[in-house]
Every structure is written in structure tokens, then in C-alpha cells.
């Protein structure tokens, strides 16, 4: 029996995948595992890669080769994996990243099989840019054995759950699949260990075990946090995460959507405007509650109309120079 199916999302990753690949069958375990790999459709020559490995390891990696591309971030062709994934548990990763521990599907096995009480567990990851733009780091600093909802809810977004970390429970997952709204979301990552955290605590090891690689055509760059599609897309996530969770974290929520509403005032596509600034502005006002200081230059920089600054300069001038006059 299958213990653990290793599901794979791929997409433009023909310089990263067998890479990923190779570290995945270099996992020493107790039991057996698959490796189900979904291509979105890919434009280059990923496909020809996997079928290369599927030809060598038959019995180990099974293919999902999608005629078009299932969009959203490849969420949908996640999903894909998951269903037809055959073990009792689901690691989840994308296709450019890759494991530097042979350990990491044995370890993660037992600690599911011991905590039954665990919704998924997950380990740090190390996060390193294709391009060099920036230096590697962990994605994890909250060093806590297990994690709860109240972890994964903040002011600011939270993500320290690497996708290439994660290891939950199929059947758990069958029973209860993302809810619908989810599949509005660009992110399915954040949605989704929210989900399971209902459930149950998601227990941690301490150790960096996978690598986190962005590059630029990777789903990460497109997280723009100056495009509006971007910001909106969250704004409505939170939303929907706030309903979902029964306004239990509206405080915090709310300074989280405020956040979004706040991007959206030095985005690209209303930088420039006055009237719709003035309504995120005030959206963001009425949600984050800012101090005084906050407070008084949103109002001056976004919601006092030009003209009216205008004229306030003009007759804050000519007060000051009748003053001076006075004076001499």
C-alpha cells in the first residue's frame, strides 16, 4: 500500500525539473511512494522531460498532461494531482523547487501516523532567488511545535508554510476539499493550511529540508503588489477568510484588508487617478483605524481634492507674507 503520494505541479520548468525530480526519488523510506507530476500545458520543453523520467521510473512516477493550461496559478492542476493521488498521505510541491534532505517523506510520515490529532505538519524551507535579486533566507521564524489558526492570522499576511514543506492527510482532505470561494483566489496555498488548521493543529519539525526557489516565471513573480488585479484578488480572499472563520479575527482581518486598499493608492493603474484613490482611501481609513498622524496625511495626500490644496497653499502663503509685512 502506498503511503505517501508526492504530488508535483509543473509549468515552464524545463531548467528546474529534473532537478526536483531527482530529489524526490532520492527519498530513503520505510515505505512505498508515488510521484504524480500535473503539467500545466507547459510552452517549452518540460513534457518531454517528464515522460523522459516517467520512462525510467514506471512503476514510481505517473504523468498528468494537461491539452491547455487549468490556470489560476495552477491551482486547478494541483488539484488534479490530489485527486488522483492513491496514498495516505499528500506531499505537495512545485515543479523549480527541490528537497535537500532524503529524510524529509519518512520524517513527515511519522509525525502524522503518531499525531493522529494533526491535520498536515510541515518543516522550514529555504527560499533562494533564480536571479540572485536578493540573498536566500528561511521561510519559517516562528519555531513552535505545532500551529493553530490564531497562527495564521494577522495584521499583515502571514505565509511561513512552504508549498514544498506540506504534508497532509488525502482522506481528510477528500472529505473536506477547499470550499468554493477558494477557487477565486489566486493563492491556494494561504486558503488551504488556513482550512486545515480548522481541523486540527499542523504540527512543525525544525528542520530545513526543501528548497523554495523563485524565478521569474514562477507563480510567486506574479504576485504583483503593485498591479490592481493583484490587490483586489486579496482583498476578496481575506473577505471571504474572514466569512469563512465566522468574524472570529474581524480586528485583524480588517487591518489586513486595509493593507490592500492602502497598495491600492500607489498602483499602477489608479497611481495617478483622484476619484477612485479618494474611495480606497477611505476604505482604508474606516478598516485600520490609523493614528492621528496616519489619519491627517491620508486625508491631505488622497482625499482633499488638488484644487482645494491649491487653494489652501495660495491663501496659507499670503497669510504668512501679511504677517511678515506686518512684522517689518
Not at 491600492?264 to 487617478?273: D, I, K, N, P, Q
Not at 489652501?312 to 502663503?317: E, Q
Request: with cysteine; hydrophobic share 35%; glycine share 4%.
Amino acid at each position: 500500500m502506498i503511503k505517501v503520494s508526492v504530488c508535483v505541479v509543473t509549468y515552464n520548468h524545463e531548467k528546474f525539473v529534473a532537478k526536483m525530480l531527482d530529489s524526490i526519488l532520492m527519498q530513503q523510506t520505510t515505505f512505498p511512494y508515488e510521484i504524480i507530476v500535473g503539467d500545466d500545458c507547459s510552452k517549452d520543453n518540460t513534457a518531454s522531460i517528464l515522460k523522459e523520467y516517467q520512462q525510467k521510473f514506471p512503476e514510481k512516477i505517473r504523468l498528468i498532461l494537461h491539452p491547455k493550461n487549468l490556470g489560476l496559478n495552477g491551482k486547478y492542476n494541483a488539484l488534479s494531482t490530489f485527486a488522483a493521488a492513491k496514498g495516505e498521505y499528500i506531499a505537495q510541491f512545485d515543479g523549480d523547487d527541490y528537497l535537500i534532505s532524503p529524510h524529509k517523506l519518512q520524517k513527515q510520515a511519522e509525525m502524522l501516523d503518531a499525531n493522529p490529532h494533526y491535520s498536515a505538519c510541515y518543516h522550514n524551507a529555504r527560499v533562494i532567488y533564480d536571479d540572485n535579486a536578493a540573498p536566500p533566507y528561511l521561510v519559517n521564524t516562528l519555531s513552535k511545535p505545532e500551529i493553530t489558526v490564531d497562527d495564521l492570522i494577522g495584521e499583515d499576511e502571514l505565509c511561513f508554510i512552504a508549498t514544498s514543506s506540506l504534508m497532509f492527510r488525502r482522506e481528510d482532505f477528500a472529505r473536506n476539499p477547499d470550499p468554493e470561494w477558494t477557487n477565486l483566489s489566486t493563492s491556494g496555498d494561504i486558503p488551504r493550511n488556513i482550512m486545515f488548521a480548522t481541523r486540527g493543529p499542523i504540527g512543525y519539525i525544525d528542520e530545513v529540508m526543501s528548497v523554495y526557489r523563485k524565478n521569474r516565471g514562477g507563480a510567486s513573480f506574479a504576485d504583483n503588489h503593485y498591479g490592481a488585479d493583484f490587490l483586489f484578488n486579496r482583498i476578496q480572499l481575506y473577505s471571504n477568510i474572514n466569512k469563512e472563520l465566522k468574524y472570529k479575527y474581524d480586528d485583524k482581518l480588517k487591518k489586513n484588508i486595509a493593507s490592500y486598499y492602502y497598495k491600492l493608492l500607489f498602483s499602477r493603474e489608479y497611481g495617478h487617478t483622484y476619484w477612485p484613490r479618494m474611495k480606497y482611501a477611505m476604505k482604508y481609513l474606516s478598516l485600520a483605524q490609523p493614528g492621528p498622524e496616519k489619519k491627517k496625511e491620508i486625508i491631505r495626500d488622497f482625499i482633499i481634492p488638488p484644487f482645494a490644496m491649491k487653494i489652501y497653499s495660495f491663501l496659507a502663503l499670503g497669510l504668512y507674507n501679511i504677517k511678515e509685512k506686518g512684522r517689518a
